[in-house]
């Protein structure tokens, strides 16, 4: 790994911008260069969010992603506004029930449709973590960080008595990807 450069796109309230930066945080406890920069609308919840997240083994000379390896999509309108970011035969990860990828798209992609809102709310009743369960996916898919990177970067990213059920979805993600 040189640089991977990724995008976790979907709504205010989803928890986008934390999977960014415990993605970025886990990095850094690694060993490794990360960067995770944040957009957001002004609506409080609802509005859109996006994490941009590069990870690199040497110095980061520039801190946007310009070309992605990895898309993560919790909402249609991510999907539709970066899709054009992902290079080809990048991965793209879309939560199954929200985001229903266009069949005309002009490059190759991997697609992986996870259904991390409905296993967040139905297995784990808390539709929140539906993130981590997306983060699980991806690192199981790239190993960009270790699980036990990932997991000491959650516990140190959220709040105590939401560590267990955050660090549960991570883990499910984990073994869905499997």
């Given at each position: 790994?040189?640089?991977?450069?990724m995008?976790?796109?979907?709504?205010?309230?989803?928890?986008?911008?934390?999977?960014?930066?415990?993605?970025?945080?886990?990095?850094?406890?690694d060993g490794?260069?990360?960067?995770?920069?944040r957009?957001?609308?002004?609506?409080?919840?609802?509005?859109?969010?996006?994490?941009?997240?590069?990870v690199?083994?040497?110095?980061?000379d520039?801190?946007?992603?310009?070309?992605?390896?990895?898309?993560?999509?919790?909402?249609?309108l991510?999907?539709?506004?970066?899709?054009?970011?992902?290079?080809?035969?990048g991965?793209?990860?879309?939560?199954?029930?929200?985001?229903?990828?266009?069949?005309?798209?002009?490059?190759?992609?991997?697609?992986?449709?996870i259904?991390?809102?409905?296993?967040?709310?139905?297995?784990?009743?808390?539709?929140?973590?539906?993130n981590?369960?997306m983060?699980?996916?991806?690192?199981?898919?790239?190993?960009?960080?270790?699980?036990?990177?990932?997991?000491?970067?959650?516990?140190?990213?959220?709040?105590?008595?939401?560590?267990?059920?955050?660090i549960?979805?991570?883990?499910?993600?984990?073994?869905?990807?499997?």
């Amino acid at each position: 790994m040189t640089r991977v450069e990724m995008i976790i796109g979907g709504f205010g309230g989803q928890g986008t911008l934390l999977a960014g930066a415990v993605l970025g945080k886990a990095a850094v406890y690694d060993g490794k260069k990360a960067v995770q920069t944040r957009s957001y609308g002004a609506e409080a919840r609802g509005g859109a969010a996006r994490s941009e997240i590069i990870v690199a083994d040497e110095e980061i000379d520039y801190q946007m992603v310009i070309e992605a390896d990895v898309l993560i999509a919790m909402s249609q309108l991510a999907f539709d506004r970066y899709i054009s970011k992902v290079k080809s035969n990048g991965i793209v990860i879309v939560d199954e029930d929200i985001v229903k990828p266009k069949h005309t798209l002009s490059k190759e992609f991997e697609i992986l449709k996870i259904p991390a809102t409905r296993i967040a709310s139905k297995e784990l009743k808390q539709p929140i973590v539906a993130n981590m369960i997306m983060v699980g996916v991806l690192i199981a898919l790239t190993k960009i960080v270790t699980n036990k990177s990932l997991i000491k970067s959650i516990e140190d990213s959220v709040p105590k008595e939401t560590k267990k059920i955050n660090i549960e979805a991570l883990k499910k993600g984990l073994e869905l990807a499997e």
